[in-house]
């Protein structure tokens, strides 16, 4: 049985930083290309990065540019989003995925169950 867990995530002032991880089993890490995605309040849910089997990176939202960055450890089977400068319209929860395919044709079958960030003062 293969499943992704997130965590991580919580309540930050803005400016301040949060790590998220993205933790599978089941399977190796290595066998996946894994995506982080976004669902802000009342907005769709948005892929924001994505970090291929190799440990190369994609960058697909332009809000997050600079500031968010993605990781992988297969060691721990586990992929990270560190996030920095924090805004409020980056509150929503956070979700990761992985697919077999790669992450500039990538088909996401398995879904964590996400995990809360709010920015706030």
């Known amino acids: 049985h293969f499943e992704l867990v997130e965590s991580g995530g919580g309540l930050v002032q803005p400016g301040g930083s949060l790590r998220l991880s993205c933790e599978a089993s089941g399977y190796p890490l290595e066998y996946y290309a894994i995506g982080w995605f976004r669902q802000a309040p009342g907005k769709e849910r948005n892929e924001i990065l994505c970090i291929d089997k190799s440990g190369d990176s994609t960058n697909i939202a332009d809000s997050v540019k600079g500031r968010f960055t993605i990781s992988r450890d297969n060691a721990k089977n586990t992929v990270y989003l560190q996030m920095n400068s924090l805004k409020p319209e980056d509150s929503g929860i956070y979700v990761c995925?992985?697919?077999?395919?790669?992450?500039?044709?990538?088909?996401?079958?398995?879904w964590g169950p996400g995990t809360q960030v709010t920015v706030s003062s």
């Open positions: 995925a992985a697919t077999s395919f790669s992450c500039s044709n990538a088909d996401f079958g398995s």
